[in-house]
């Protein structure tokens, strides 16, 4: 597509409750990032996909956080067991081979609200 | 990735150039400058980015100084859709962006 596309744009669940959060990348774009933001504040990242190379997970906060990416394409965020202070904006890029000399496309977001 | 530092908020008038600073003391000889910037209720957006000499694009311009110890970001003429968080982030090689707090702009008509 043209942009990079997540969905659902917006998630309200229960305390407890799983969730999963999709980010479709650009086409062709080898690298895609999953960053948050809690109201009011900064961009927090979490994890990061570059092409067929192990994961960088240091952003994770807790072993409730997972994500993948099949076929270097679609990634999955998923947060197990859900609490109130994961409520946030979850939001993913890409960027092109190589990333150096390439800006990162933000999606717009997937706003969850755990109630 | 470089540390950087940004005026927490800023407030500029319509139609008048906007120059927002930002320092990197400790940023390497081979760190780039990116600014992205993210206006209310979407995802951050490139602005620019730059190693050593200054660069020119349709959104905006990056004046980096000789020592590379700071560099601003020039809107030429604001304009209310301007207004947003702007963010410097010396960029270490292909690594992740690491967002700071930036700089909020404010822009009175």
């Known amino acids: 597509g043209a942009g990079v596309s997540q969905s659902p744009s917006n998630k309200v669940t229960e305390k407890g409750k799983d969730v999963e959060l999709r980010c479709d990348p650009i086409s062709g774009h080898t690298a895609l990032y999953w960053y948050r933001q809690s109201l009011g504040q900064g961009l927090e990242f979490l994890i990061y996909?570059?092409?067929?190379?192990?994961?960088?997970k240091s952003g994770l906060p807790s072993d409730r956080f997972s994500a993948e990416r099949t076929g270097g394409s679609v990634s999955t965020l998923t947060i197990q067991r859900t609490q109130q202070e994961d409520s946030a904006v979850y939001l993913c890029a890409s960027s092109s081979p190589g990333g150096l000399n390439y800006g990162y496309t933000f999606g717009s977001g997937t706003r969850l609200t755990v109630v | 990735d470089a540390k950087t530092t940004q005026p927490n908020s800023m407030e500029s008038n319509e139609e008048e150039p906007v120059h927002l600073p930002c320092n990197h003391s400790?940023?390497?000889?081979?760190?780039?400058i990116h600014w992205y910037r993210q206006l209310p209720s979407q995802g951050p957006e490139y602005v620019i980015h730059?190693?050593?000499s200054n660069v020119n694009n349709r959104m905006a311009s990056l004046a980096i100084a000789e020592d590379r110890k700071s560099s601003t970001l020039i809107l030429h003429r604001a304009t209310l859709r301007d207004a947003a968080v702007y963010y410097c982030i010396g960029r270490t090689g292909a690594q992740k962006l690491v967002f700071g707090q930036g700089t909020r702009l404010t822009i009175n008509p």
């Open positions: 996909f570059q092409g067929n190379s192990a994961p960088d």
């Open positions: 730059g190693l050593t």
């Open positions: 400790t940023i390497s000889g081979t760190d780039y």
